[in-house]
């Protein structure tokens, strides 16, 4: 990350670094205590979001996306997702979506442009603000990120 931040730096309008880096992994399983029990929490597409947790919720390769704090809820084993999801399987995504309709809907970002990709296209992707505004009680939203490169490999 840190080659690819010096490779981008003369693209970067401006800035400063003001806050602590958010770094929040999804799709594990992990001990802790709910309701006075002592249980497995499995968060698969899912990130921690207890009072005061930082998380990134993606988008799609051309839609952004948001930094989040999490508000604890306890309904949701103090949970929220970890991005749009998938509107379409990979396979559907292969034979609907066209390489010209991948990039369009990615012509102002920089990233791969190749049918190698086309799965990972933003319309395989449900839209980001529907999933935001469907677990507000869930989080709440510190930034919204505006994409600008997407690696994937």
């Known amino acids: 990350m840190d080659q690819i931040l010096f490779a981008i730096q003369p693209l970067l309008p401006p800035h400063a670094v003001t806050?602590?880096?958010?770094?929040?992994?999804h799709n594990y399983?992990?001990?802790e205590n709910h309701g006075g029990r002592n249980v497995l929490v499995t968060r698969k597409g899912a990130v921690r979001a207890r009072a005061g947790d930082l998380g990134i919720i993606p988008g799609s390769?051309?839609?952004g996306s948001f930094i989040v704090r999490g508000r604890g809820n306890l309904d949701s084993f103090c949970s929220c997702s970890h991005g749009?999801?998938?509107r379409m399987s990979r396979t559907e995504a292969k034979k609907k979506i066209t390489l010209a309709d991948h990039v369009a809907a990615t012509a102002h970002i920089e990233?791969?442009?190749?049918?190698?990709v086309i799965d990972e296209s933003p319309a395989a992707y449900k839209d980001i603000g529907a999933v935001i505004a469907a677990q507000i009680d869930l989080i709440d939203v510190i930034h919204r990120l505006r994409g600008i490169v997407n690696v994937k490999g």
């Not at 990233?111 to 190698?116: A, E, S």
């Open 19 to 25: 806050e602590t880096a958010v770094n929040c992994h």
């Open 29 to 31: 399983v992990a001990r």
């Open 61 to 63: 390769m051309g839609t």
């Open 84 to 86: 749009a999801g998938r």
């Open 111 to 116: 990233c791969r442009k190749d049918v190698d």
